[in-house]
């Protein structure tokens, strides 16, 4: 009978040296490398956890699995009618603007608000069965990543509704979808470690990721509130947002600075997510 | 290791800022050292029994083994897919059927998926749960997840095994049933560790034995020689 590849596991720790001293580029090299390994081998976690997440949440509605498509469809057609009847900001089109920034907000929020608890959560879990804990948030980031592809399908569709163009932009989404894949991780990996040791973050993250809604162009552009643009430029999500504005609503390239930001600053804060996560990886255990 | 429990199981962003203040270090941080200078080698073919009174650290060693808990200092190496028989249905999902839940479980074992759904059967067969396996195990009865919890996990192919006191109850059938299997099991394993309270299990069963008193190794040799001395601290201590 095929055998998984028996691995000949050889826990070190050397305790002792500075947090600095740890993440010393050729020691990080080869634990990323490591990592990203274990990774791998967790992809059939990852699948199980992210096929049973979605089928628990549909399998008890009526709908059931209609509703990844009917509940993204719902909250755009109310925000878009709320935004441009109630409180009016100048726009051609402007649910499409909406929408294009909504969408990638969506994923943002899930994912950190999943991830942000995805330990204690699984408690029963960890303290019994071996699991690499990246995979916890990772599998969290997936499932709202699941969420948007279905979210995009419903868009889509709206968007013939109302007549949206559709240009060659498009090729930007794979992208900004990059981009914000590894932001989103790098944010979900901190907001684990805060809500995991303590437990207060799980609502001041959630307070937080409404007054960040407020300072991201997803409802208004950048142009409306010059007032504001310090602040909103200070958001690294409005830049990694703009992919899809770009490519969906403005049909303009970005910027070289867009690029040079939304890497810079993906790759950043994936970086301290990852680096957190190594510093205290054995001590999460203690804490649920 | 060191083990460290906190007193507070809802640890506070107030609280860690009023500690900072009030000058109380961790004052409900229970903060121990396990196993210390600890040298313990288990070969091919053993079968190592782990005795000792309750809250001693014979399942604190197993989850060290095992690799859920990460030594503070010094070397942990396993050689070989670790199997864990503990705390059956840990990974149980209760909103998720019989089938699924054999497949999850698989999963985090180290198996794919694919490799999960052909051993369903097999499981499912043993478990005598065929007729239950699309109904959401909320509704099992406890006897039911036991099974369906021990079919799963004993379907393995173990290079080492760690037992936690899993030979609890079950009807007379399955009883019968489980007791040969985990016969089975262990000889096919290259490397059993067994924690239990079940001395006569342990003296059947082991090749070697070690009593674990407060987080260290107390006694390691025959079995017969290690549960006896065991047996006579026991009732000193709680004899008289």
Redesign the interface.
């Known amino acids: 009978?095929?055998?998984?590849s028996?691995?000949?596991?050889?826990?070190?720790?050397?305790?002792g040296g500075s947090v600095a001293e740890r993440i010393s580029p050729l020691r990080s090299f080869r634990c990323i490398r490591d990592d990203l390994r274990r990774l791998l081998a967790g992809r059939?976690?990852v699948?199980?956890f992210v096929s049973?997440t979605l089928?628990?949440r549909y399998?008890?509605s009526f709908l059931g699995f209609l509703w990844t498509l009917v509940h993204p469809l719902l909250i755009l057609i109310v925000l878009s009618l709320v935004f441009s009847k109630v409180l009016r900001f100048e726009m051609d089109q402007y649910p499409v603007f909406l929408f294009s920034g909504l969408i990638p907000w969506q994923f943002f929020a899930a994912s950190i608000s999943a991830s942000g608890t995805s330990l204690l959560v699984n408690q029963?879990?960890?303290?019994?069965?071996?699991?690499n804990l990246m995979l916890f948030p990772f599998s969290a980031v997936m499932v709202a990543a699941v969420n948007m592809m279905f979210a995009m399908i419903a868009m889509s569709v709206l968007f013939m509704f109302l007549g949206a163009r559709i240009s060659v932009h498009l090729i930007l989404l794979p992208a900004g979808m990059a981009f914000l894949f590894m932001f989103t991780l790098g944010v979900g990996l901190i907001a684990m470690t805060l809500t995991t040791?303590?437990?207060?973050?799980e609502h001041?993250i959630s307070v937080l990721m409404q007054a960040l809604f407020f300072c991201t162009p997803i409802i208004y552009p950048v142009t409306a509130v010059p007032t504001l643009a310090p602040l909103l430029n200070a958001n690294p999500l409005s830049w990694l947002l703009a992919f899809f504005q770009h490519g969906l609503y403005y049909h303009t390239w970005p910027t070289a600075q867009l690029w040079v930001v939304s890497s810079v600053v993906s790759l950043t804060m994936l970086f301290i997510g990852y680096a957190l996560y190594r510093r205290y990886?054995?001590e999460y255990?203690?804490?649920l | 290791m060191r083990?460290?429990?906190?007193g507070d199981s809802?640890?506070?962003?107030?609280q860690?800022v009023v500690d900072r203040f009030s000058r109380r270090k961790h004052k409900q941080t229970a903060e121990f050292w396990l196993y210390r200078d600890l040298n313990l080698t288990v070969g091919h073919g053993s079968r190592l029994g782990v005795i000792g009174a309750n809250g001693a650290g014979k399942s604190t060693l197993l989850k060290m083994i095992?690799?859920?808990?990460?030594?503070?200092?010094?070397?942990?190496?396993?050689?070989?897919?670790?199997a864990?028989l503990?705390?059956l249905g840990?990974?149980m999902?209760p909103?998720?059927s019989g089938a699924?839940n054999i497949?999850?479980n698989g999963?985090?074992?180290?198996?794919?998926?694919r490799?999960m759904k052909k051993k369903t059967e097999r499981i499912l067969d043993f478990a005598g749960l065929q007729e239950f396996r699309e109904m959401p195990i909320k509704y099992y009865s406890s006897g039911m997840m036991m099974r369906l919890a021990f079919s799963t996990a004993t379907d393995i192919?173990p290079?080492v095994l760690l037992i936690d006191e899993v030979f609890a109850s079950g009807d007379a059938e399955f009883v019968q049933k489980a007791t040969s299997k985990m016969e089975r099991l262990l000889d096919e394993s290259h490397i059993v560790i067994m924690v239990s309270h079940q001395l006569d299990l342990i003296k059947q069963m082991c090749t070697r034995v070690i009593w674990i008193d407060n987080g260290d190794i107390v006694s390691d040799g025959e079995p017969s020689e290690v549960t006896d001395k065991y047996l006579a601290h026991a009732s000193l201590v709680g004899g008289s």
């Open positions: 009978m095929p055998r998984r028996s691995v000949n596991r050889v826990s070190t720790v050397e305790r059939h976690i699948r199980e049973t089928r628990i399998r008890t029963g879990l960890i303290r019994k069965i071996r699991v040791f303590l437990r207060d973050f001041i990886e054995h255990i203690f804490r | 083990f460290r429990s906190y809802q640890p506070s962003l107030k860690a095992g690799g859920i808990y990460h030594p503070t200092s010094g070397t942990i190496r396993v050689t070989g897919q670790i864990p503990t705390d840990a990974g999902l909103e998720l699924e497949v999850l999963v985090l074992l180290g198996y794919s998926a490799e192919d290079e």
